[in-house]
């Protein structure tokens, strides 16, 4: 659609297209984690960011294709992932098909126990490996670049309690962009929100978000998630040619 | 201004604030320069970045305060700056409002010469110097990080013809990102577009633009600028606050 | 071995372990790269890097394991590999035990069409495609890091002729740190020297090497291949535990 | 000195120039601060990494050009700095001379409230402001990457106790490579080591070492020390030409 402000200035606006993907374990068998989201993480999540202005629509493991066919991610922006136990269920074929979009300019926001999914261990080319512990603790991230429009609306930092601990050394690439560490009660740090760039996609992994515990519904999280979804899907620039190419330049004698 | 997408969405809308900042010295005595800018080389960038939409008023240094008062630079979002003769004619209180107000978050966008401004180098913490040479050579500069918003809209490189040619060695440090690499005729390269963050702002090199040819009617070189205009003035978080502080947490048996 | 220097100083000095990998195919298959290297790249760059005081040994592709055993490995601090026609047969096994001991802390510097190795793709997370041309033309590699020591005892530039071309876009991870950026007669550039960390390892990718041509007899790129041997090789820290962790501080009324 | 390995192999061993600078007025006037360093801190330090085998001398701010005469300079491979109360008594003349020999290849290895001292800020170029809180608490300094010879000799993690802290936000650019995050009793989080290029030089900042504490006694403080010296010592490559330069190619006809 189209926007007019003032007489002459024009502005294409167009909603981002987010696909929120969960593998939806969890939530149907596990009457702890099915009391707090009842209708599983992905559902929460779209209702916490939905007021940002979205146009969502969700993907689930058991569903063909795990609800991720090339025409669901043609019309996705941003794809935003939660896996946990079934890692290794994705199949090989999906984890491919989302990682040429992402090379082709497809944001991807990485939530939690996403670390270990294939598609985020097959962008960083690490293991991903952290440490952890389940014990309920107070996490604080605080933030360390806030010239990043991802810490947009927050605090100096925020704080999710009770929470799992994910603790260092968290076997990443060095992001390329750090935009939070976190402080956990039981002696533990975390790099929290890592940016990434990868061909034409933008990536961001954050922490935050085990499905024992009703962070989904943070209202710092989903201001976080919201953030990131806009910024991985910020404009990009032409795709590539590769192969063997022309000169573009004459030389050796050449006309 | 407040923007109703279908029936609940609503996008709070900010023009972007633009301060054009120019020296405007070439322009008034160099007959040739002013053939090509007649008006300025403030005026041309006006002109040519004015269709995508941001609110735009320009400075030069004759002007009090070289027409950057206190109150421009709070009304204003980012600050184009060109200089090149006069860079030690810039007062040094000037200097430091508009560092402080990068800092705090003002977008900052450094063309061509700019390079050995003063603000840009105390922004930097080196000299910033580079080889040189006026000889009309033709200039490609290579896009490498096509998922950056400021290569949208650009193809997989552009041309800038003639132009004056700068080399490596570059002294600044380490871009946090690296966008353009420019191939010159005469067997040097730059790095020529150079993305940092200082505090809460944002701040973007970008080489093209000497005041002997007409490089800013070029529609890639006023893309590139245009876009990193609304790169510098995106988002960013909370004002930090430093100094001594209260624990956010008992320890040693406090209560 | 240790080296007492003046009454009480002692160095522990430990010979740097190179294993140079080859697939060692265009030099036994094609007369004109037999010609240059009759005995393999892999023996040129032994005989070139043997001055700056390596143990080396080579394998190749047609070995058992490929020349790369578990023991072999184990035994490498440095693996420089050179691939091209026969990415594809490397064994998967092969590549995940060399992507093992990388993250363990074994350097790896991959050479020119390394860049499509299995193990490179696999560590960086891309697609690490580039555009090529061979047409034995004139690259300029400048110094843009002059603080790495890798670029010890090389002036600002140095060239190498003739060369294949490669161009960008180079569907690369923005490196860790940006070495030398090349500049090319038919108006390409490219980021030649590329630096990245992985887990313990360190990576360092080198554009020059294509089999047409007597780069390895090059006394700049020799330098440049025994200086990322010895930065490939440094110390690092201790290897990280993973896994569930108990808590370091007592908290929630633990004792 | 020379070290012959084996029959052939011939090493350059050349000792590293450290001078420990440290403006000593604590020690001085404090004697609470004078029962922990009696000689000072550059003393304890100077000390602590003898036994790494470094050629040693110290300067203070009272002696005449501070101890850093340009002859003392020249010598210096790495320097360490050590202010706190009297940033501002270091003449500027003096900043202009540690600053240029950064640029030309000079280590240089800033000792935590030297965070605010002027040659830090100025090769920054923020204000590097922080919170602090001097209440004696536990410090844990995490690897975050363990690639780094930085980090040669530690654990995952360690501590120091009674510290002061340091917490987040730190008003520095984003280090090029992170290498220590703090977490405190407190509640906070700081990067406490971190690393940086600037010209041909290297820095590191490293947080620990508050007068009032017994810091620089801590094994593993030390450690970090030695190794940054080794670290901002290592080889640099040829000095930078800046200016007018002539093509290396031919290009618009001229021959």
Redesign the interface.
Known sequence: ?K?R?GKE???E?K?IHVTIWNEFIHERTEPKVASIYPKGIHEAIASGIGPY?FRIQTATLDQPEHGLSQEVLNWTDVLIWWGHLAHEQVAEEIVDRIYARV?K?MGLVVLHSGHRSRIFQ??????C?????S????E?L????????I??????YFEVEPEE?Y?????I??P???IF?????????F?SGCA???????IFYFRPGDQEYPTYYNKDVLRVIA?AVRWTA????????????????K??GDV
Chains 1, 2, 3, 4 share one sequence.
């Open positions: 659609m926007v402000v200035t024009i502005f606006m909603l202005g090379l300019g097959k962008l960083m080319g690490t293991t490996d952290l440490k952890w512990r014990d309920a603790e107070r604080r605080w933030v360390v670049d806030p010239s990043h429009p810490t947009e609306g927050l605090g100096e601990m603790g260092e050394f968290f076997d690439p060095a390329d962009e750090l560490i976190s402080w956990f009660q039981g002696g533990e740090v790099r990434y760039q990868r061909g034409l996609g933008k953030n910020t404009a990009h620039g032409a795709e590539p040619v590769y192969g063997n190419t022309s000169p573009l330049e030389f050796n």
